[in-house]
């Protein structure tokens, strides 16, 4: 048996999940899906990032206590993955209890051993940003979303030697260049440890944020929230001496924003190379998703599309399908109405839907719903045969590079040879000439023992209806990933039918 452990971020708990936490979050869940289907041990994670001058900031705005509303928040995250049919193993909460003595055992290990240190720190301060911030961001003197310029502030802060871990993971990229994923995310990597990156500020005073895991050694401080967030990757596993950090952590992949890039290279790598933990197997950097009018999607702008809204207009399943086929993992991409529907109707109603009602049609209205036992297989239906016996392994060779939308396109794609199948053979003429009889049980079994293959190979990717779509076909729900074929559809069985994709009526044209 072999282990993979597979995590999203953990998202701050400041306001609603949006479209952008779902895209990463579904492709995590569909991943651990299909390695959960092939056989392998998964353990996916997400989480509440919940301390951290953000949360603080907007518990404050709204007038509550920030462990209440950190909860209120972590609660409606649960939740929003429920509806997305994101199935976690473990949900990570930076409050809990358990997590916080991670921090602070990892905090005083790195102290012990010469990594921590206390300096004045010096800076330009945004005050309306509560964070430090660079020259470089400055235009006209201040930040663009501040009214104030920044100001010079000088406290005392502990820091992190990350700078001498620098050498260390220059060359682990230059060793390892399936590491980042995609590549362009890698080069800028290697282009950051070219520079000195210096040390990482790892706390605040209390005076000016409570609201952390204090150090352990100095309560005047807590720890900075990024420090204490990345941990939380290896906390659930009950690091450091559980059987189940030994058993995932050597096979753990990260799913991330291009947001995040750094503090998941130039912080983490430097972490656990200072704990002694292994680095991670791989970092799969998504790109982000655009609004229909081409723009980053972001509340300000009013352009994003509300995931549990969609969800609930056009099914989870067709919202799942059309984030991983319209926005190619690493790029960016626009996720707007018009897209789910056109993805809803053409690939999903059109092609998918239109092949199963129609194969099942033709079982209840020629054959009285019993499953015909197969004949003689001819070039055609060897042809998808053999098709249907290479695309388990094609499915997953993609998604072990995280290409979800290709690997979804090629069973679609099979779909499509199914359609031409069905018009090619022409089941209605068979249907007219009784001397075609057997030649029509063996067209009528292809098509639905082709079915319960797709309906395997996109299960992860949309479990609702591909659940439906066996159940119409009479084969229970359970391991089939790689069923040889005649093993899926039993002849005899009972079929049903049924609209699996309802078209919408006229695509509304809302953007
Ligand atoms: O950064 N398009 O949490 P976060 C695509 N707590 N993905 C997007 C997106 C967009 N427009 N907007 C956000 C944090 N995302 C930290 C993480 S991990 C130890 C701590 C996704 O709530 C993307 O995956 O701001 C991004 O990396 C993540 O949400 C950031 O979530």
Same mark, same amino acid.
């Given at each position: 048996?072999?282990y ?7 998202y701050y +708990?400041?306001d609603r ?9 579904v492709h995590a ?5 299909y390695?959960?289907? @092939? &056989?392998?041990?998964?353990m996916?994670l ?16 709204a ?15 649960e *939740? ?6 994101v199935?976690?193993? %473990?949900?990570v %909460?930076?409050? $809990?209890?358990?997590?916080a %003595?991670?921090v602070s055992?990892c905090l ?5 051993a ?6 004045? #720190?010096e ?7 509560e964070?430090?911030v660079?020259e470089?961001?400055l235009?006209?003197g201040k930040l663009?979303?501040d009214?104030e310029?920044? +100001?010079?502030?000088r ?6 030697r990350?700078?001498a871990h620098r050498d ?8 390892t260049p ?6 362009q995310y890698?080069?800028?990597?290697l282009?950051?440890l070219e ?7 790892i ?15 100095d309560?005047?401080?807590v720890t900075?929230v ?8 290896v906390s659930?596993l009950g690091?450091?001496d559980q059987?189940a950090f030994?058993h995932?952590?050597p096979?753990?992949? =990260?799913?991330?924003? !291009? ?11 430097s972490?656990t190379h200072?704990l002694?933990i292994?680095? #991670?197997?791989r970092?799969? +950097?998504s790109? =982000?998703l655009?609004?229909?009018?081409g723009? !980053? ?7 994003g599309?509300?995931p ?5 207009t056009?099914?989870?399943?067709a919202?799942?399908?059309t984030?991983?086929r *319209? /926005? ?6 626009i996720?707007?109405h $018009?897209?789910?529907e056109q993805r809803l ?10 092949l199963?009602?129609r194969?099942?049609s033709?079982?209840?209205?020629y054959?009285g ?5 197969? !004949? ?17 392994a094609?499915?997953?060779a993609?998604? *072990?590079?995280m290409k979800?939308?290709?690997?979804a *396109?090629?069973?679609?794609e099979?779909?499509k ?6 018009a090619?053979?022409?089941p209605w ?21 082709a079915?319960y293959s797709?309906?395997n190979?996109?299960c ?9 779509l ?6 229970s @729900?359970g391991p089939?990933?790689?069923?040889p074929?005649?093993?899926? /559809?039993?002849?005899? &069985?009972?079929?049903r039918?049924?609209?699996?994709f309802?078209k919408l009526?006229g695509?509304?044209?809302?953007e």
């Amino acid at each position: 048996m072999t282990y993979r452990y597979i995590t999203t971020p953990i998202y701050y +708990v400041n306001d609603r999940p949006h479209m952008g936490h779902a895209y990463a979050s579904v492709h995590a869940d569909i991943m651990a899906r299909y390695l959960r289907a @092939a &056989g392998h041990q998964v353990m996916l994670l997400t989480g509440a990032d919940e301390h951290g001058e953000k949360i603080a900031k907007a518990a404050k705005e709204a007038n509550e206590a920030p462990g209440a509303f950190a909860e209120r928040h972590a609660k409606s995250f649960e *939740e929003a993955w429920r509806r997305l049919a994101v199935e976690p193993d %473990r949900f990570v %909460r930076t409050t $809990a209890p358990d997590h916080a %003595r991670v921090v602070s055992e990892c905090l005083t290990r790195l102290f012990d051993a010469g990594e921590i240190y206390l300096a004045e #720190y010096e800076g330009l301060y945004s005050v309306g940003q509560e964070r430090y911030v660079t020259e470089k961001e400055l235009v006209d003197g201040k930040l663009p979303e501040d009214k104030e310029p920044p +100001v010079v502030r000088r406290e005392p802060n502990y820091f992190f030697r990350m700078e001498a871990h620098r050498d260390w993971m220059r060359q682990l990229l230059l060793d390892t260049p399936d590491l980042i994923q995609p590549a362009q995310y890698r080069n800028e990597v290697l282009k950051l440890l070219e520079e000195p990156i210096g040390d990482l500020s790892i706390s605040r005073p209390v005076e000016r944020l409570e609201w952390g895991i204090p150090i352990p050694w100095d309560t005047r401080h807590v720890t900075y929230v990024w420090f204490d967030a990345l941990l939380s990757y290896v906390s659930p596993l009950g690091y450091p001496d559980q059987p189940a950090f030994a058993h995932f952590w050597p096979s753990v992949r =990260h799913v991330i924003g !291009k947001d995040i890039l750094r503090t998941h290279t130039l912080f983490w790598l430097s972490m656990t190379h200072a704990l002694g933990i292994a680095p #991670y197997r791989r970092l799969h +950097v998504s790109g =982000h998703l655009l609004g229909a009018d081409g723009r !980053k999607m972001s509340k300000s702008l009013g352009n994003g599309v509300d995931p549990l809204a969609a969800a609930h207009t056009y099914g989870v399943d067709a919202l799942r399908y059309t984030l991983i086929r *319209e /926005v190619s993992f690493g790029f960016d991409g626009i996720i707007s109405h $018009a897209v789910i529907e056109q993805r809803l109707n053409r690939d999903l109603a059109d092609d998918l839907g239109n092949l199963a009602s129609r194969s099942l049609s033709m079982v209840v209205k020629y054959r009285g719903g019993v499953v015909p036992a197969p !004949k003689v297989y001819e070039a055609a239906e060897q042809a998808l045969i053999v098709r249907s016996r290479e695309l388990p392994a094609v499915v997953l060779a993609l998604v *072990e590079e995280m290409k979800l939308g290709r690997a979804a *396109e090629q069973v679609m794609e099979f779909v499509k040879q199914l359609n031409v199948y069905v018009a090619s053979s022409a089941p209605w003429t068979l249907a007219k000439d009784p001397h075609a009889a057997g030649r029509l049980d063996t067209v009528l079994y292809t098509l639905l023992e082709a079915l319960y293959s797709v309906s395997n190979l996109l299960c992860p990717v949309m479990p609702g209806k591909m659940t439906e779509l066996q159940a119409w076909l009479g084969v229970s @729900a359970g391991p089939g990933w790689d069923r040889p074929w005649g093993e899926g /559809v039993k002849p005899g &069985g009972i079929v049903r039918e049924g609209i699996l994709f309802p078209k919408l009526a006229g695509e509304t044209g809302i953007e």
